[in-house]
């Protein structure tokens, strides 16, 4: 009996696979199979569940959508209790109740009546927009509740999010400006009670160490240059040597010529919140940190000054987001939102 090492069937496999990718390719494929038996076991449980699933996880159907193709396979789609229905959400559309930075509601829907909730509000890039669903009731009905965009192109309202009565508070980072509107609707025939909190604020932590918005002394898109190019940050007046924070979890780059001054490049990965890729930094009076380092968000990264073109100004730091091209800070460095108390 030989060694097994010196086996001249594991020399491919010596040569080729370090252990620790076959482990990892090991753990992947064990993870890959308890995946896939649960979906076995979802799919035999109900017709429905596989229904749902393949609706909602493959075709990107809400559970509403799936309400509405089932009314449709029912026959009753163009039926008029069917048209009434569908047409409840443009109906409460039309008179939607408004929601500012807070809002908290109890209401509930009539078993006997057919009629949708619609909560709307105005909301930047860069906001974040939390909530809260809860049921009051104990009946087993549904509850058909989305966060939906209105198209500016199209007349739609599409799906941005679903909401889940389950008195957890979610969230959604805006990526597009613009009305939005919380729908809800219990499916037909069903007496329903909820309760919804609502808040949006900023998605990003202040910059500036003991700083805020009312510290912000030039906005973006305000001329430079007697009007020959505009503003692409915002500009935070704080004493010199004040720290300065990551706002999110990244990989930084510094450098110290051009109008900049010393400034940082924090790089937070291909999703960054609200499509945000690249957040600048720049007129640091010093550096906390290095080039290549991997930062986390609230770690100082240097110091308020007044390098770069800005050595005729007060200390201050200009803080600027890039997506492609320059986004408005100002949205993202709102005050956190915060739910209502009951
Ligand atoms: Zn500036």
């Avoid at 009539?110 to 049921?135: F, K, N, P």
């Avoid at 500036?208 to 009312?214: E, F, G, H, I």
């Avoid at 890729?277 to 906390?288: G, P, Q, V």
């Avoid at 730091?317 to 209502?340: N, T, W």
């Amino acid at each position: 009996m030989g060694d097994t090492i010196s086996n001249p069937l594991m020399k491919p496999w010596k040569r080729g696979m370090r252990p620790w990718l076959l482990f990892i390719l090991l753990i992947a494929l064990v993870a890959l199979l308890i995946v896939r038996d649960d979906l076995r076991q979802d799919a035999a449980e109900s017709g429905e569940t596989a229904v749902r699933y393949l609706a909602f996880e493959k075709l990107g159907w809400s559970p509403r959508e799936v309400f509405v193709w089932r009314l449709r396979l029912a026959g009753l789609l163009d039926s008029p209790l069917g048209q009434e229905w569908t047409g409840a959400v443009e109906r409460a559309s039309d008179k939607p109740v408004r929601v500012g930075d807070q809002y908290r509601t109890s209401e509930f829907f009539a078993d006997d009546q057919i009629e949708a909730h619609v909560y709307q509000v105005t909301l930047e890039r860069g906001e974040l927009l939390i909530w809260q669903l809860s049921r009051q009731d104990m009946s087993e009905s549904r509850l058909y509740a989305s966060v939906e965009r209105h198209d500016s192109d199209g007349q739609g309202w599409p799906n941005v999010a679903y909401l889940e009565a389950d008195g957890a508070t979610k969230s959604h980072v805006v990526s597009s400006s613009g009305d939005y509107r919380i729908v809800l609707q219990p499916e037909l025939f069903a007496g329903v009670a909820y309760s919804l909190a609502l808040a949006h604020g900023g998605s990003l932590p202040f910059p500036v160490v003991a700083a805020s918005q009312r510290d912000i002394g030039s906005r973006f898109g305000a001329p430079r240059d007697g009007g020959a190019r505009e503003h692409h940050g915002v500009d935070i007046f704080a004493k010199r040597g004040t720290p300065i924070k990551a706002v999110t979890d990244g990989h930084v780059r510094t450098g110290t010529g051009g109008i900049g001054g010393n400034h940082v490049w924090l790089s937070g990965g291909l999703l960054g919140l609200g499509g945000a890729r690249y957040y600048y930094y720049a007129h640091l009076d010093s550096f906390e940190i290095e080039s290549g380092d991997r930062v986390k968000k609230g770690e100082i990264l240097g110091y308020v000054g007044n390098t770069g073109n800005a050595r005729t100004t007060p200390p201050h730091l200009h803080f600027g987001i890039y997506s492609g091209g320059p986004i408005d800070p100002a949205p993202f460095l709102k005050p956190e939102p915060v739910l209502p108390d009951r």
